[in-house]
């Protein structure tokens, strides 16, 4: 199931290696984003820009109302170009595409996330939404999560799916509109790769109320995660079976079916 360097060197020597963009939302310096860019090395000239600090849960969150820094860093053996970036992973692919890498890039690979970005979450992870911010410019991408918010979390035990994962994109291209969900289920027992559905799916959440020595409550978000869906082919089932899941995610939010449902109250 591992690609290696060989196979992809010998198979695409002949094209000018692609330009990857590398991002999250745990900040430039967790070790999801460190193993993501190294596995990068093998596909293409890698980019990395990041938050300078964690931002999950920002959604697709841009910064509009105040100023945006970025600078320059050298992280690990310091052979990839890399930028701390003080605003949202969304800032971060736009700012990377427009104004740091030197060209469009061909790929965007988002993560690794610590925690998992299945279900309803992908709406409010900025691992995802940074992919989608490159989909929505063209660019294929992908968001790869961990069941594991651990940081000593176990990454390697998985990079060769990931790396089958990210060739298969840039040998086939993705589909207009169309980024992948990538989830990985905790643990060294990967089974392999399923390709299925988002699972239907909630939060019931709550506020840990407090007060601070001055006297001001002051709120925690909390909560308990549901999974609402019994049917088959769901990420969450094939998580939960050992299995990573990949779901090809939109962002057309549009709920086509029931255009005719509208239309029928007179609008």
């Known amino acids: 199931m591992v690609i290696t360097n060989i196979t992809f060197i ?5 094209m000018k290696k692609p330009i990857i963009l590398v991002t999250n939302d745990d900040g430039i310096t967790a070790p999801g984003i460190r193993h993501l860019a ?33 600078e320059e860093v050298k992280i690990d053996d310091g052979c990839i170009k890399e930028w701390s970036c003080s605003g949202t992973p969304a800032d971060c692919v736009k700012i990377g595409i427009n ?47 961990l069941l594991d918010f651990s940081y000593g979390a176990d990454f ?30 905790k643990g060294d027992g990967v089974k392999g790769i399923k390709i299925c559905r988002q699972a ?32 088959p082919n769901t990420d969450i089932e094939a998580l939960e079976e050992g299995y990573i899941s990949v779901v090809p995610t939109g962002f057309d939010l549009t709920h086509h079916q029931h255009l005719g449902t509208l239309k029928g109250w007179g609008l």
């Open 200 to 231: 239907k799916s909630n939060w019931k959440e709550s506020f840990v109320k407090r007060e601070s020595p001055m006297g001001k409550p002051y709120y925690w978000l909390t909560g308990e995660f549901l999974n609402l869906d019994t049917g």
């Open 99 to 145: 104004e740091l890498l030197p060209q469009k890039p061909d790929l965007v690979l988002s993560g690794i996330n610590h925690g998992a970005n299945s279900a309803i979450n992908v709406l409010y992870s900025g691992t995802m939404s940074a992919a989608i911010e490159a989909g929505i410019e063209g660019i294929p991408s992908i968001g790869f999560s």
């Open 156 to 185: 390697k035990s998985s990079l060769g799916y990931l790396s089958k994962i990210i060739s298969a994109v840039l040998e086939n291209g993705m589909p207009p509109e169309v980024v992948l969900n990538v989830n990985i289920p």
């Open 10 to 14: 010998s198979r695409f020597e002949s």
């Open 38 to 70: 190294k596995l990068a090395q093998s596909f293409g000239d890698v980019y990395v820009v990041a938050p300078d600090k964690p931002q999950s849960g920002m959604g697709h969150a841009v910064t509009i109302n105040t100023t945006l820094f970025c």
